[in-house]
């Protein structure tokens, strides 16, 4: 069984930062590609931000300059250091992972999301 928690959602003025992390845990054998998704209301979800075990990270080009992700493998934990906040980034964000457990995988497993909401 994996879970992957995620936390760091809220409340934030336009210009502001937040710093999500999410946690994955359970039968884990090895964690490969971690990445951030994103659904507005009425949207469809999106890919904010991904990063392999190595190798280069990929963002999204609405947060490209501004967001920033990153892992601590040792953790099994993935972060997004959100700066400079606009309204138009006010999502549900969702941790996703391609995790291989002692009996399957890999396999991908989604967190159960945090609000972020940019508002004055």
């Known amino acids: 069984q994996v879970q992957l928690v995620e936390s760091g959602g809220g409340l934030v003025q336009p210009g502001g930062s937040l710093r999500l992390s999410c946690a994955a845990s359970g039968s884990i054998f090895r964690v490969y590609v971690m990445g951030w998704y994103r659904q507005a209301p009425g949207k469809q979800r999106e890919l904010v931000a991904n990063?392999?075990?190595?190798?280069?990270?990929n963002y999204a080009d609405s947060v490209k300059g501004r967001f920033t992700i990153a892992r601590d493998n040792t953790k099994n934990t993935v972060y997004l250091q959100m700066n400079s906040l606009k309204p138009e980034d006010t999502a549900v964000y969702y941790c996703n992972a391609a995790i291989r457990t002692f009996t399957s995988g890999p396999n991908y497993y989604w967190g159960q999301g945090t609000q972020v909401t940019v508002s004055p």
């Open positions: 990063i392999p075990r190595e190798g280069r990270t």
